[in-house]
């Protein structure tokens, strides 16, 4: 018989890892429901004209497709049998048989699925929308250490209003979660697309905006120098290039690289895209005002000072903040945990038009994303998970006879009516497996109850750690655990 | 533009669904959990190999299977591309493509996953086992009212061992997760696989038992006429079924059935398959262990009044209940509620060699499962779903312009720190429009911070379906809203 065994990059979650899990998941949940985000589940399956085109050439190579069910090589219509797929469809290759043998593939982010879901609902929510969602994905990517084929997200966004208070929130709520969850060396990197805009405009450049965005975006990984010869490659100027670097690497905390910033583009002419201020002062903070991105970035610290937000020396506004996706247009973040090699934990940003593609254009939102997966390993490299139990069962009541047996089942039925998880072990046997059982198991406390025991009307309990032992009325055995 | 959809028989479910479907959960997660069993999550994605031939042919066919990733057709190896499928193959139909273009298909149900899993990890894994796991499975069946391609399990087993406390346990469970939703008029049915096999064995029948118990299974449906046509068919005779009827008819409770089967069995001459008892007595109850389904029926029968139950009025001996999978050999179990027209919400029994087919042979198990879509269908026909919010937001700040929304931003802050779920409208506006979204979302309080209100340092709390309203010092606004 072959060994039974699970698709590559697909795992199993024993007891242990499930619980570390809900974990993860239930700082996540509270967080987000305590901003008034609601939950949102769609379909592990969606149509592939739904999510093809939506993630680049790369992205459909990697949906996972779902062959239709019954003969998927026929057609059947009016008691009529026609081949769907011809050998001239075979010798066309899988371009052409694709999309006549499957019509459905797994979901691949939960973005796509909820512009769905707001396009399709749209007569009937009420906006602004704010969801969150908590769900597997899956990407036929090659699995390699930290990449998975089945992996969760867990996103929040809002749709419907352009209030930078959504931007400022999402600073909170990621604060929140690696607070709660007791990663606290960590850096919300955040910056903004028009920031960018306007150092591109800085650089006196025209319709090359994506290749600039995508070079910095590698910066962390290729450094300067790889920039530097990758847009030299994209015919950017030697000097030009100077420029970038020198507004790249401003330098001060958060508003003074605001400042910077805006002493670099008033001096490199950039045009101003923002509103002007209607009375026109001495403040320095005023001058942001001109540049959309720069004041956006300003009003978002504003407002989180005024929250209440105490954690600035882990906000850093990162100029060189690029993300991959094309569809932010405001401010974006990244959240990376300092004392672990990981890549980014969290991201996010805002767009303008995430479900134009679905009919409804012109619904501006924000949104971002906690990768369950990365969060785990975190803070398993950093010994952060304390219980190690592999069963909830808090109480391990023993069972020498079938009569001993019997005569626990009411207290037992006592511990669990009091939401005490309890077992009584299944068969009589010798103490020391039971004992073993609970050991392996990280069963807290085991509950004797012996003939001996029993005659007397007491419970000897062990604690298992210490090994500490002491009997205790069985009237009270329930309050002493209760307490 | 096409129209967006989701795929036929799936599902989104919105915030208000999601709630209460979480509602759910969360009974039956807490049940589990009380009686120790854990959590395991098995991937979505299993190898065909694992999954074909262990639900029927019919089952085959409803399995969900996944394109392989990559160009389907071909084969690459050390730089050559050979094809994999052939004009011929598709001239051979689908059973001769499928293999070659699928490996993996998406979960059809908990068990096997399970026992793959059981069967992965024998070494590891402490017995006895319990386990449970609330997942999605799918299947590719015709959708109509009450059955979708994508439904949810929850799944308890306990493998290791043959103590009957687990049968026990499972009426305990299955009471205690329909009193917790308030699904209070329900039926636990208990038969057992022994006594099925004892009425055959009354009826002198041989080799036909399994035509037996599916004709015995459809009784519920097509009643005593269809099921005696359907069994003379198979060549039963006419007496035989008459013998059938009587037995499956015995009345009274619990204790008398078992008592008049036992008559029945013994008149019929049925050679006792149980354990003699070792002292003979007068007792007729120790008759019983003649016949090893009637005598482990009363034992989990005392085993639960030892326990304390006591809803017997809840619990059912029905010799007439089959269940239809083939894997049971003990007691099996079904539960309906009486009020729905609605069929079973739960079910379960003991088998003996579930990890049989992945090399694990003899290990016992019992195990049961919740139906959540149907659960979730009762409680909506008996209308017992009380909370109808579109958003865990309890408290709405309204926002007047910039200076009061930023006024509101440390209450907002204490709220929330307080665990109590609140927004603050993000966009300054009529006030009428902010009263219409609470409403719309389903939120209880809204909290009028207006210009007047800030100088005079109080906020106006009102809660929406009385319309009443007053005003509190912005001090004592969290406290009041905490108790």
């Given at each position: 018989m072959?060994?039974?065994?699970?698709?590559?990059?697909?795992?199993?979650?024993?007891?242990?890892?499930?619980?570390?899990?809900?974990?993860?998941?239930?700082?996540?949940?509270?967080?987000?429901?305590?901003?008034?985000?609601?939950?949102?589940?769609?379909?592990?399956?969606?149509?592939?004209?739904?999510?093809?085109?939506?993630?680049?050439?790369?992205?459909?190579?990697?949906?996972?497709?779902?062959?239709?069910?019954?003969?998927f090589?026929?057609?059947?219509?009016?008691?009529?049998?026609?081949?769907?797929?011809?050998?001239?469809?075979?010798?066309?290759?899988?371009?052409?048989?694709?999309?006549?043998?499957?019509?459905?593939?797994?979901?691949?982010?939960?973005?796509?699925?909820?512009?769905?879901?707001?396009?399709?609902?749209?007569?009937?929510l009420?906006?602004?929308?704010?969801?969150?969602?908590?769900?597997?994905?899956?990407r036929?990517?090659?699995?390699?250490?930290?990449?998975?084929?089945?992996?969760?997200?867990?996103?929040?966004?809002?749709?419907?209003?352009?209030?930078?208070?959504?931007?400022?929130?999402?600073?909170?709520?990621?604060?929140?979660?690696f607070?709660?969850?007791?990663?606290?060396?960590?850096?919300?990197?955040?910056?903004?697309?028009?920031?960018?805009?306007n150092?591109?405009?800085?650089?006196?450049?025209?319709?090359?905006?994506?290749d600039?965005f995508?070079?910095?975006?590698?910066?962390?990984?290729?450094?300067?120098?790889?920039?530097?010869?990758?847009?030299?490659?994209?015919?950017?100027?030697?000097?030009?290039?100077?420029?970038?670097?020198?507004?790249?690497?401003?330098?001060?905390?958060?508003?003074?690289?605001?400042?910077?910033?805006?002493?670099?583009f008033?001096?490199?002419?950039?045009?101003?895209?923002?509103?002007?201020?209607?009375?026109?002062?001495?403040?320095?903070?005023?001058?942001?005002?001109?540049?959309?991105?720069?004041?956006?970035?300003?009003?978002?610290?504003?407002?989180?000072?005024?929250?209440g937000?105490?954690?600035f020396?882990?906000?850093?506004?990162?100029?060189?903040?690029?993300?991959?996706?094309?569809?932010?247009?405001?401010?974006?973040?990244?959240?990376?945990?300092?004392?672990?090699?990981?890549?980014?934990?969290?991201?996010?940003?805002r767009?303008d038009n995430?479900?134009?593609?679905?009919?409804?254009?012109?619904?501006?939102?924000?949104?971002?994303?906690?990768?369950?997966?990365?969060?785990?390993?975190?803070?398993?490299?950093?010994?952060?998970?304390?219980?190690?139990?592999?069963?909830?069962?808090?109480?391990?009541?023993?069972?020498?006879?079938?009569?001993s047996?019997?005569?626990?089942?009411?207290?037992?039925?006592?511990?669990?009516?009091?939401?005490?998880?309890?077992?009584?072990?299944?068969?009589?046997?010798?103490?020391?497996?039971?004992?073993?059982?609970?050991d392996?198991?990280?069963?807290?406390?085991?509950?004797?109850?012996?003939?001996?025991?029993?005659?007397?009307?007491?419970?000897k309990?062990?604690?298992?750690?210490?090994?500490?032992?002491?009997?205790?009325?069985?009237?009270?055995?329930?309050?002493?655990?209760?307490?």
């Open positions: 072959e060994k039974p065994s699970i698709p590559q990059g697909t795992r199993d979650f024993g007891p242990a890892q499930v619980a570390r899990r809900q974990h993860i998941f239930g700082v996540i949940r509270r967080t987000f429901e305590t901003f008034g985000y609601a939950p949102l589940e769609t379909p592990t399956l969606e149509n592939l004209s739904v999510l093809t085109g939506k993630y680049g050439d790369e992205g459909d190579q990697l949906l996972f497709k779902v062959l239709n069910s019954g003969n090589l026929v057609k059947e219509r009016r008691g009529e049998t026609t081949p769907l797929v011809t050998p001239e469809d075979l010798e066309a290759g899988p371009k052409v048989v694709l999309p006549k043998i499957a019509e459905k593939g797994l979901r691949y982010d939960l973005t796509v699925p909820f512009a769905r879901y707001v396009a399709m609902n749209r007569g009937t009420t906006f602004p929308f704010r969801r969150y969602q908590m769900q597997p994905v899956w036929a990517d090659r699995p390699q250490r930290g990449r998975y084929r089945e992996f969760w997200q867990c996103d929040a966004d809002v749709v419907g209003t352009t209030s930078l208070l959504c931007e400022a929130e999402i600073v909170l709520m990621m604060a929140q979660v607070n709660g969850l007791g990663l606290d060396d960590f850096t919300i990197k955040i910056n903004h697309r028009g920031v960018l805009r150092i591109y405009q800085a650089l006196g450049g025209e319709g090359q905006e994506t600039l995508v070079a910095i975006d590698k910066l962390d990984k290729i450094g300067e120098d790889g920039v530097r010869k990758e847009l030299l490659e994209k015919g950017f100027a030697e000097q030009t290039i100077g420029i970038l670097f020198a507004l790249l690497s401003v330098e001060g905390d958060y508003a003074e690289k605001l400042q910077r910033l805006l002493a670099g008033v001096t490199a002419g950039v045009e101003p895209d923002g509103p002007r201020p209607t009375v026109e002062t001495d403040d320095d903070d005023l001058d942001l005002t001109y540049y959309r991105g720069l004041q956006e970035l300003a009003e978002v610290r504003d407002l989180l000072q005024a929250s937000f105490r954690q020396d882990r906000l850093e506004f990162d100029p060189t903040l690029a993300r991959g996706l094309s569809y932010y247009t405001g401010c974006i973040f990244e959240v990376k945990i300092n004392n672990v090699a990981m890549g980014s934990v969290s991201g996010g940003g767009y995430l479900t134009g593609s679905f009919g409804l254009p012109g619904v501006s939102g924000v949104g971002f994303s906690f990768g369950v997966d990365r969060i785990y390993d975190c803070l398993e490299s950093l010994d952060l998970f304390t219980d190690t139990s592999e069963t909830p069962t808090r109480v391990l009541l023993t069972h020498f006879d079938p009569a047996g019997r005569a626990a089942l009411p207290l037992l039925a006592e511990l669990r009516a009091a939401g005490i998880p309890a077992e009584l072990y299944p068969d009589a046997g010798k103490l020391q497996k039971q004992f073993k059982y609970a392996a198991k990280g069963i807290p406390l085991v509950l004797i109850l012996g003939p001996e025991e029993l005659a007397a009307g007491v419970a309990i062990k604690i298992l750690k210490t090994g500490e032992e002491k009997a205790l009325p069985l009237s009270e055995v329930v309050t002493a655990l209760t307490v």
